[in-house]
Nanobody, 114 residues
Framework: QVQLVESGGGLVQPGGSLRPSCAAS????????ASWYRQAPGKQRELVAA???????NYADSVKGRFTISRDNAKNTVYLQMNSLKPEDTAVYYC????????WGQGTQVTVSS
């Protein structure tokens, strides 16, 4: 059974940093593309960052230069380093793994507020 478990969200002041992680089980993680999405209250879920099997990355324009996605296949884990956080980054962040279909985690809350 495929399972993705996010952790590492929380409350941080504007300008601060967080590093959520997503641990995968039940899959050969190295063959999956991985990505982070977020959903703010009243808004649609949006792609934040993605990383391919080969390690290529892409980012939403709103987070370029501030967020970095990475993966550790030995640990079956994908990370999202978030720096210079802004109040508009507040959302539930979801991990996604894709290989012949999508798998989703339960989400982790990130709140940026003073």
């Amino acid at each position: 059974q495929v399972q993705l478990v996010e952790s590492g969200g929380g409350l941080v002041q504007p300008g601060g940093s967080l590093r959520p992680s997503c641990a995968a089980s039940g899959i050969i993680f190295s063959v999956y593309a991985a990505s982070w999405y977020r959903q703010a209250p009243g808004k649609q879920r949006e792609l934040v960052a993605a990383i391919t099997v080969g390690g290529s990355t892409n980012y939403a324009d709103s987070v370029k230069g501030r967020f970095t996605i990475s993966r550790d296949n030995a640990k079956n884990t994908v990370y999202l380093q978030m720096n210079s956080l802004k109040p508009e980054d507040t959302a539930v962040y979801y991990c996604n793994a894709n290989f012949l279909g999508d798998h989703w985690g339960q989400g982790t809350q990130v709140t940026v507020s003073s």
